[in-house]
């Protein structure tokens, strides 16, 4: 087993990422901090729950009769295991893969592609996670998977990665151009909007375009633009500015981002 095992994948736009896998210690740690934090919300449900109980004891019974006890656990347990759903879907969706746990151990949920995750995929690992933490299930296939998946990052295709800062490269030069237009940008737009595999990509066009073809270059650099400039809603820059100036501009930014 590798200390940092990595995973790449290669974009749309054939320019290749390379990821560092969060790992079983880091995951873990996120863990607890996250089970903190639920406890904290469980708890706080379960006194105003006893509370709200009690003063309408009498009610419920009327409604469900000599069954008022068995309904009062049933929904206790349904109501406690959406909020432990919940907490999960909730924060990988609002917050780009990460919940608090995975934020203070600086990890981050993305899907197989590399591409943010949705909704959808936060649901099926929040929805599978009873199942990895039964025996220690998932740990075990963490720890021996060569992508480091459990149960519900192999059905909903996803991966944990570190999300630490990109790292930077002396082969990347920055012209005094995009210098100016960094700064003209920081004015008109919020550059948190691109994901840190967004400014990954931008960093590995950077990086590999002195050995380009200058038609591959061209192409390549013209449409990276494009698509940054639809992300960040950024409508009015002169057509004059050279799209590898843009580029060389937001990749700045990066530098300048809480990756956290």
Request: aromatic fraction near 12%; charge should be neutral; avoid cysteine.
């Amino acid at each position: 087993m590798h200390l940092f095992n990595r995973v790449k994948y290669r974009t749309p736009e054939s320019v290749e990422l390379e990821f560092t896998l969060a790992g079983i210690g880091n995951r873990a740690w996120a863990l607890l901090i996250d089970y903190l934090v639920l406890a904290t919300i469980l708890t706080t449900f379960l006194i105003a729950w006893v509370i709200i109980a009690g003063q309408l004891s009498d009610f419920w019974q009327q409604v469900f009769g000599s069954t008022f006890s068995q309904w009062l656990i049933a929904i206790t347990f349904i109501v406690s295991f959406v909020i432990y759903a919940g907490y999960f879907v909730f924060f990988e969706t609002l917050w780009q893969g990460q919940t608090p746990g995975k934020k203070a151990a600086q990890i981050r949920v993305v899907r197989d592609n590399g591409r943010p995750i949705g909704i959808q995929q936060a649901s099926l690992r929040a929805l599978l996670r009873p199942f990895d933490e039964f025996l220690f299930i998932g740990a075990f296939l963490i720890m021996f998977s060569r992508q480091e998946k459990r149960l519900g990052d192999l059905a909903a295709g996803t991966i944990v990665i570190q999300a630490g800062t990109p790292t930077t490269s002396a082969n990347i030069i920055i012209s005094e151009q995009a210098k100016s237009l960094y700064q003209e940008l920081i004015q008109i737009t919020d550059l948190s909007r691109l994901l840190p595999d967004d400014f990954a990509v931008i960093r590995e066009y950077l990086q590999r375009r002195s050995a380009m073809s200058a038609k591959a270059r061209s192409a390549l650099s013209l449409k990276l633009s494009q698509q940054v400039q639809e992300i960040l809603n950024i409508e009015n820059l002169p057509a004059t500015i050279h799209s590898d100036i843009i580029l060389e501009a937001v990749y700045l930014g990066s530098q300048n981002q809480d990756w956290g």
